[in-house]
């Protein structure tokens, strides 16, 4: 059935390190696929998104293209900053328009 | 502009007990999804209204649990004699438009439901 994986965390980072957190899914078709954020004591919040291959999704100095290939949405960030730290979500969406998530990927950034 | 906004923010029931959690999506907004997120994990759909429609169902966990949306806009999630393993984060999403094609959901903020 469908579904999302991605990389297991905690992730704990310096500042200004490079971030990736890894996405896969499996799906029907060609979803369109997103990034969710939910920063500490906050609802989670759209971050990006991709709606076909190879279309980048961006915002915040935060990337992640959509890859049919490798059925990937890999999130990046070349230099992330304390206020980063969040557990961030990959989705994609479920026939229905629901979407579907993976388990979530805690990071924590460090001065 | 307004967000989405559920309450009770946090509810504690006793086993056995009947609660309801209401949310109010974003005016004018077509599409209202009900997530179950348990903790350490990411959250699962339960059901999705297009205006009053409620045209999926497939994700709520038993016949205990209920959704309504009579009007086109507030919904509410009933869950009756509750259990335990019903504790969790309930989140409410809307979406401006309905169809296939997924569009950006708009998440509130959740409710807290814990079972004692």
């Known amino acids: 059935g469908d579904s999302v994986t991605q990389m297991e965390g905690p992730v704990t980072l310096s500042e200004e390190a490079f971030l990736t957190i890894n996405c896969t899914y499996t799906a029907t078709g060609y979803p369109s696929l997103f990034w969710y954020v939910q920063y500490p004591g906050e609802g989670l919040q759209l971050l990006l998104k991709?709606?076909?291959?190879?279309d980048k999704g961006s915002n915040k100095g935060f990337e992640a293209t959509y890859r049919k290939e490798t059925t990937s949405f890999h999130l990046e960030k070349g230099s992330v900053q304390v206020s980063d730290s969040a557990v961030y979500f990959c989705?994609?969406?479920?026939?229905?328009?629901?979407?579907?998530f993976g388990k979530g990927t805690k990071l924590s950034v460090k001065p | 502009g307004a967000g989405v906004s559920q309450s009770p923010r946090y509810k504690v029931a006793k086993r056995g007990q009947d609660v309801a959690l209401r949310c109010d999506p974003i005016?004018?907004?077509?599409?209202l999804f009900w997530y179950q997120q348990a903790l350490g994990q990411g959250p699962e759909f339960l059901t999705y209204f297009q205006n009053e429609a409620q045209l999926d169902k497939s994700g709520l966990p038993s016949d205990r649990f209920f959704a309504e949306r009579p009007e086109g806009s507030v919904s509410t999630l009933k869950i009756q004699r509750t259990q335990q393993e019903d504790s969790a984060v309930y989140l409410c999403a809307s979406s401006p438009t309905g169809g296939g094609r997924t569009d950006t959901q708009y998440f509130g903020p959740g409710t807290r439901l814990t079972v004692l």
């Open positions: 989705a994609h969406g479920g026939s229905q328009g629901n979407l579907i």
């Open positions: 991709a709606t076909k291959a190879d």
């Open positions: 005016s004018g907004h077509v599409s």
